[in-house]
């Protein structure tokens, strides 16, 4: 027996339809839905339109009635995060404010390393409960998918470990979760070998239990000066290719050259960017990769702002994420974090909003949500207001009352 209800009326419905997936958006390319409703069978949306017109069509639907100012836009979605972690880094982030580099923190026992030598101390238990309690907090603030990368465990057991907690976790957590592959963050501290061997090992030996356990589609690797060169990851990225996982890269973080391997393997995505020069942005624009601008990890760092501005003018598909991470990016707030990317960047509130909502769903390649359109998830943030710009104007201030997952009430602020 399918399940239908009625959902409204809403003062306004942004659906974020009828916008192209890359460039720039004016804010009159906002479609808006007045006095709407919202039309949900069992997981996902079988209308939107005015809310007295679907009652009419539908008398069958239940109705769940709104009363006051609600604004309605799709579940956010976070396509960049590192939430499965063992341990704090509250000291490398003192450190850092305190003057000390990235390079000096790392040798004094803090950075990428430190989260390692954390997380392969936690039990898979601890991880899988630790990254649910995480992941429903950001969906109290409105995201309903959440991607998540292993990288904290850097042997093939210990990825292993961390991808398992992953999908045991997204069982239970609110939110969705993708997974990520990330075992190309850094050239693990105790391997007894060269950085190419270290990632002919891993993709020997993990590639094929991630596919055996279907633990993820998607490879990752930093490509930076401290992690691995654009020559290292050639072979580690052919394989995965070969193999059809999904190709994404923290590209350009604080030097450029990721973004070019990106748009070489045809990645899905390329994220961080904040090094990324006119090259970098034309060769992204002009490609199908998704930019991903990580705005919590230059405000974790004290770092400039991805280009986002000059990536959407240049014509490239433009994401927002989280990062949250415990070293870069800690405070893992995404509406925060893009209004304020907005605010710097001199976005619009349509480039903002499709910065997480498809565009984001892209960088994942989901094409089952990100907007409000009959066939997708029915998934949605709502925020009491009667107008959709107070969302970003608040700068994360205005939390959403209500959270639908998979068409299910899972939050309710008021409850
Ligand atoms: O996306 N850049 C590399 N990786 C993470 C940071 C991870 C960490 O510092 O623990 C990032 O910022
Ligand atoms: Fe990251």
Not at 93 to 122: C, F, P
Not at 282 to 294: D, K
Not at 355 to 373: H, N, Q, S, V
Request: aromatic share 6%.
């Amino acid at each position: 027996m399918t399940k239908r209800t009625l959902i409204g009326p809403f003062k306004q419905i942004l659906p974020m339809t009828g916008i192209k997936l890359k460039g720039a958006i004016s804010d009159h390319e906002l479609e808006v839905i007045v006095e709407g409703g919202i039309l949900i069978e069992d997981n996902h949306i079988l209308a939107t339109g005015n809310f007295e017109d679907l009652k009419l069509k539908y008398p069958e639907a239940g109705v769940q009635l709104l009363k006051g100012n609600h604004v309605c836009v799709p579940g956010f979605v976070d396509a960049h995060t590192h939430i499965c972690f063992g341990g704090s880094r509250a000291k490398d982030y003192a450190m850092r404010n305190a003057g000390k580099s990235y390079l000096e923190i790392a040798h004094s026992g803090g950075g990428i390393w430190d989260t390692v030598t954390q997380t392969r101390k936690a039990s898979i238990e601890e991880l899988t409960k630790s990254t649910i309690k995480r992941a429903n907090r950001h969906l109290k603030n409105g995201t309903t998918t959440l991607e998540v990368k292993s990288g904290y465990g850097l042997t093939v057991d210990e990825e292993l470990k961390m991808l398992r907690a992953i999908k045991e976790a997204d069982k239970e957590a609110l939110p969705e979760l993708i997974s990520t592959c990330l075992a190309a963050h850094m050239l693990p501290k105790d391997f007894d070998g060269s950085e190419t061997e270290y990632l002919k090992m891993t993709s020997k030996e993990l590639f094929p239990i991630l596919k055996e356990e279907n633990l993820t589609q998607r490879i990752d690797a930093f490509i930076e000066q401290s992690a691995f060169s654009a020559d290292d990851i050639q072979a580690y990225f052919s394989k995965a290719s070969q193999m059809n996982f999904h190709i994404t890269v923290h590209a350009d973080q604080f030097s450029a050259g990721g973004s070019k391997v990106a748009v070489e393997f045809n990645a899905i995505s390329a994220d961080h960017l904040e090094a990324s020069g006119d090259t970098e942005i034309e060769l992204l624009a002009h490609s199908e990769t998704i930019a991903v601008a990580l705005p919590g990890a230059s405000l974790g760092l004290g770092c400039d702002f991805t280009p986002a501005r000059k990536l959407l003018d240049a014509g490239a598909a433009l994401a927002i994420a989280s990062d949250h991470n415990p070293g870069s990016a800690p405070m893992g707030d995404l509406l925060t974090q893009a209004s304020i990317l907005g605010t710097f960047q001199k976005l619009t509130n349509a480039e903002v909003l499709a910065g997480i909502t498809f565009r984001a769903a892209a960088a994942l390649k989901l094409e089952d949500r990100g907007k409000l359109e009959a066939g997708l998830l029915a998934d949605l943030a709502v925020f009491h207001s009667d107008n959709y710009q107070d969302i970003l104007y608040n700068q994360g201030n205005l939390k959403p009352c209500m959270v639908w997952k998979n068409g299910e009430l899972v939050f309710d602020r008021h409850k």
